[in-house]
């Protein structure tokens, strides 16, 4: 298995995992990465990804099934497209689900690769 496809399953382990230590690990290290929610609102720095990250895996009512449908491996820089299907409960206790593109690109600095973007687009 190539380098940043075995990068990208522990990413996406670690989110499946609420493993925000493991999850941090792939933040840029010299400047932010950025997400971008179903929703629209953007996180721009390391320091909001990583507080929305803790407050989403505090959550235990929410899981994600997620097909990788692309990947591209440059060398320096890795991206990978992936269908993803949320399922959560609403404030009410009713059930519901998300369908999106989950849209992240990487970089390979020092022999590591850590995301770049984030994005989630609702189909």
Same mark, same amino acid.
């Given at each position: 298995?190539?380098?940043?496809?075995?990068?990208?399953?522990? /990413?996406?382990?670690?989110?499946?995992?609420?493993?925000? !230590? !493991?999850?941090? %690990?792939?933040?840029?290290?010299? /400047?932010?990465?950025?997400?971008?929610?179903?929703?629209? /609102?953007?996180?721009?720095?390391?320091?909001?990804?990583?507080?929305?990250?803790?407050?989403?895996?505090?959550?235990?009512?929410?899981?994600?099934?997620?097909?990788?449908?692309?990947?591209?491996?440059?060398?320096?820089?890795?991206?990978?497209?992936?269908?993803?299907?949320?399922?959560?409960?609403?404030?009410?206790?009713?059930?519901?689900?998300?369908?999106?593109?989950?849209?992240?690109?990487?970089?390979?600095? %020092?022999?590591?690769?850590?995301?770049?973007?984030?994005?989630?687009?609702?189909?």
């Amino acid at each position: 298995m190539d380098q940043f496809k075995q990068a990208l399953d522990m /990413h996406l382990k670690s989110i499946a995992d609420r493993d925000i !230590a !493991a999850f941090s %690990e792939f933040l840029h290290p010299s /400047h932010s990465s950025m997400v971008i929610l179903p929703n629209g /609102h953007m996180l721009k720095s390391n320091e909001d990804i990583i507080d929305f990250h803790i407050e989403w895996f505090a959550d235990l009512d929410w899981r994600m099934d997620v097909k990788i449908m692309d990947i591209l491996d440059m060398g320096s820089v890795g991206y990978a497209l992936c269908d993803v299907i949320y399922h959560d409960i609403d404030e009410d206790g009713k059930p519901y689900q998300m369908e999106y593109f989950l849209s992240l690109l990487f970089n390979k600095i %020092e022999g590591k690769w850590v995301l770049i973007r984030d994005q989630n687009t609702l189909k």
